[in-house]
Protein backbone atom coordinates (compact mmCIF):
# COMPACT_ATOMS: atom_id res chain seq x y z
CA UNK A 1 0.00 0.00 0.00
CA UNK A 2 1.32 3.29 -0.99
CA UNK A 3 0.91 4.69 2.55
CA UNK A 4 3.30 5.94 5.36
CA UNK A 5 4.54 3.95 8.32
CA UNK A 6 2.50 5.31 11.25
CA UNK A 7 -0.55 6.99 8.69
CA UNK A 8 -3.65 5.48 10.35
CA UNK A 9 -5.57 6.11 13.01
CA UNK A 10 -8.02 3.28 12.39
CA UNK A 11 -8.24 0.74 9.88
CA UNK A 12 -11.52 -0.85 9.12
CA UNK A 13 -12.18 -4.03 6.85
CA UNK A 14 -15.62 -5.10 6.25
CA UNK A 15 -16.45 -8.48 4.68
CA UNK A 16 -13.38 -8.96 2.72
CA UNK A 17 -10.51 -9.29 5.53
CA UNK A 18 -11.57 -12.94 4.96
CA UNK A 19 -10.02 -12.90 1.24
CA UNK A 20 -5.93 -11.95 2.47
CA UNK A 21 -6.15 -11.82 6.26
CA UNK A 22 -5.27 -15.18 6.75
CA UNK A 23 -1.68 -15.45 5.44
CA UNK A 24 0.88 -15.62 8.40
CA UNK A 25 2.43 -12.58 7.51
CA UNK A 26 -0.35 -10.19 6.18
CA UNK A 27 -1.71 -8.29 9.15
CA UNK A 28 2.02 -7.96 10.29
CA UNK A 29 3.85 -7.20 7.15
CA UNK A 30 1.18 -4.95 4.92
CA UNK A 31 -1.57 -3.57 7.59
CA UNK A 32 0.23 -2.84 11.13
CA UNK A 33 2.96 -1.25 9.77
CA UNK A 34 0.16 1.82 8.77
CA UNK A 35 -1.51 2.11 11.59
CA UNK A 36 -0.28 4.24 14.04
CA UNK A 37 0.53 3.17 17.79
CA UNK A 38 -2.77 3.23 19.54
CA UNK A 39 -4.76 2.82 16.58
CA UNK A 40 -7.22 0.32 15.95
CA UNK A 41 -8.32 -2.28 13.67
CA UNK A 42 -11.64 -3.53 12.90
CA UNK A 43 -13.01 -6.14 10.84
CA UNK A 44 -16.44 -8.16 10.39
CA UNK A 45 -15.86 -11.31 8.10
CA UNK A 46 -18.00 -14.60 7.43
CA UNK A 47 -16.75 -17.01 10.06
CA UNK A 48 -17.79 -20.47 11.98
CA UNK A 49 -19.31 -19.85 15.00
CA UNK A 50 -17.96 -22.40 16.44
CA UNK A 51 -15.02 -24.79 15.69
CA UNK A 52 -15.55 -27.48 13.19
CA UNK A 53 -13.59 -30.21 13.12
CA UNK A 54 -12.98 -31.10 9.06
CA UNK A 55 -13.79 -32.92 7.83
CA UNK A 56 -17.23 -33.24 9.38
CA UNK A 57 -21.14 -33.70 8.18
CA UNK A 58 -22.00 -30.62 9.77
CA UNK A 59 -20.16 -28.99 7.44
CA UNK A 60 -21.41 -26.81 4.26
CA UNK A 61 -19.38 -28.37 1.73
CA UNK A 62 -16.30 -27.40 -0.31
CA UNK A 63 -17.85 -24.26 -1.10
CA UNK A 64 -16.83 -22.90 2.43
CA UNK A 65 -13.14 -23.71 2.36
CA UNK A 66 -11.95 -20.20 3.11
CA UNK A 67 -14.40 -20.23 6.29
CA UNK A 68 -12.38 -20.01 9.89
CA UNK A 69 -13.82 -20.10 13.05
CA UNK A 70 -14.23 -17.36 15.72
CA UNK A 71 -11.82 -19.16 18.07
CA UNK A 72 -9.48 -19.48 14.93
CA UNK A 73 -9.32 -15.92 14.24
CA UNK A 74 -8.70 -14.94 17.87
CA UNK A 75 -5.44 -17.26 18.02
CA UNK A 76 -4.19 -15.94 14.48
CA UNK A 77 -4.49 -12.19 15.95
CA UNK A 78 -2.84 -13.16 19.10
CA UNK A 79 0.06 -14.12 17.12
CA UNK A 80 1.39 -10.97 16.79
CA UNK A 81 3.29 -9.28 19.97
CA UNK A 82 2.25 -5.55 18.48
CA UNK A 83 -1.41 -6.22 18.78
CA UNK A 84 -3.90 -6.77 21.33
CA UNK A 85 -6.96 -8.07 20.51
CA UNK A 86 -9.72 -5.97 22.60
CA UNK A 87 -13.00 -7.41 20.97
CA UNK A 88 -13.60 -11.17 18.98
CA UNK A 89 -16.64 -12.26 19.24
CA UNK A 90 -19.43 -13.76 16.40
CA UNK A 91 -21.78 -11.46 15.69
CA UNK A 92 -25.10 -11.92 16.93
CA UNK A 93 -27.67 -13.26 14.29
CA UNK A 94 -24.73 -12.50 11.63
CA UNK A 95 -26.07 -15.15 9.45
CA UNK A 96 -29.42 -13.01 8.99
CA UNK A 97 -27.56 -9.84 7.93
CA UNK A 98 -25.74 -11.93 5.58
CA UNK A 99 -29.07 -13.35 4.12
CA UNK A 100 -30.24 -9.56 3.70
CA UNK A 101 -27.57 -8.47 2.00
CA UNK A 102 -27.85 -11.31 -1.02
CA UNK A 103 -32.00 -10.20 -1.16
CA UNK A 104 -31.16 -6.69 -1.58
CA UNK A 105 -28.28 -7.75 -4.06
CA UNK A 106 -31.36 -10.32 -5.87
CA UNK A 107 -34.05 -7.22 -5.47
CA UNK A 108 -32.67 -5.64 -8.51
CA UNK A 109 -34.62 -8.42 -10.36
CA UNK A 110 -30.93 -10.18 -11.31
CA UNK A 111 -31.00 -13.27 -11.36
CA UNK A 112 -28.56 -15.32 -9.52
CA UNK A 113 -28.24 -19.04 -8.94
CA UNK A 114 -25.19 -18.81 -6.54
CA UNK A 115 -26.74 -15.96 -4.39
CA UNK A 116 -30.22 -17.92 -3.78
CA UNK A 117 -28.41 -21.25 -3.20
CA UNK A 118 -26.38 -19.72 -0.15
CA UNK A 119 -29.78 -18.25 0.99
CA UNK A 120 -31.06 -21.33 0.87
CA UNK A 121 -28.02 -22.49 3.04
CA UNK A 122 -28.14 -19.75 5.66
CA UNK A 123 -31.37 -20.08 6.19
CA UNK A 124 -31.09 -24.02 6.63
CA UNK A 125 -27.94 -23.27 8.78
CA UNK A 126 -29.89 -20.39 11.25
CA UNK A 127 -26.50 -19.84 12.30
CA UNK A 128 -25.52 -22.87 14.06
CA UNK A 129 -22.22 -22.87 11.79
CA UNK A 130 -21.94 -20.04 9.07
CA UNK A 131 -21.93 -16.41 10.16
CA UNK A 132 -19.64 -13.31 11.01
CA UNK A 133 -17.16 -12.90 13.43
CA UNK A 134 -16.69 -9.31 14.81
CA UNK A 135 -12.67 -8.55 16.09
CA UNK A 136 -11.04 -5.33 17.18
CA UNK A 137 -7.45 -5.12 18.07
CA UNK A 138 -5.41 -2.08 19.34
CA UNK A 139 -1.50 -1.64 17.42
CA UNK A 140 0.53 -1.85 21.17
CA UNK A 141 2.99 0.87 21.91
CA UNK A 142 5.60 -1.65 22.38
CA UNK A 143 8.01 -2.08 19.12
CA UNK A 144 9.44 -5.44 19.12
CA UNK A 145 13.32 -5.49 18.16
CA UNK A 146 15.01 -8.48 17.61
CA UNK A 147 13.45 -10.86 20.37
CA UNK A 148 13.24 -7.82 23.00
CA UNK A 149 10.18 -5.02 23.88
CA UNK A 150 10.91 -1.91 23.92
CA UNK A 151 8.36 1.36 25.32
CA UNK A 152 9.21 4.42 23.14
CA UNK A 153 9.60 7.75 25.46
Known sequence: MPFAH???????????????????GYLEFHILRHLKRGGQIGIVSPAYPVEIPLPSPEHP??????????D?????????????????????????????????CLGHGRRDDWAES???????????????????????YEMTLIGTTSTPE
Request: aromatic share 20%; net charge negative; proline share 2%.
Open 72 to 104: WWERHWNRYPELDVEHCKALPNGWQSWVRWHEL
Open 6 to 24: DFFDAIVSLDSYHYYGTDF
Open 61 to 70: GDDWHWMNSV
Open 118 to 140: EIRQLREDEGRYLGFVRMVGRRT
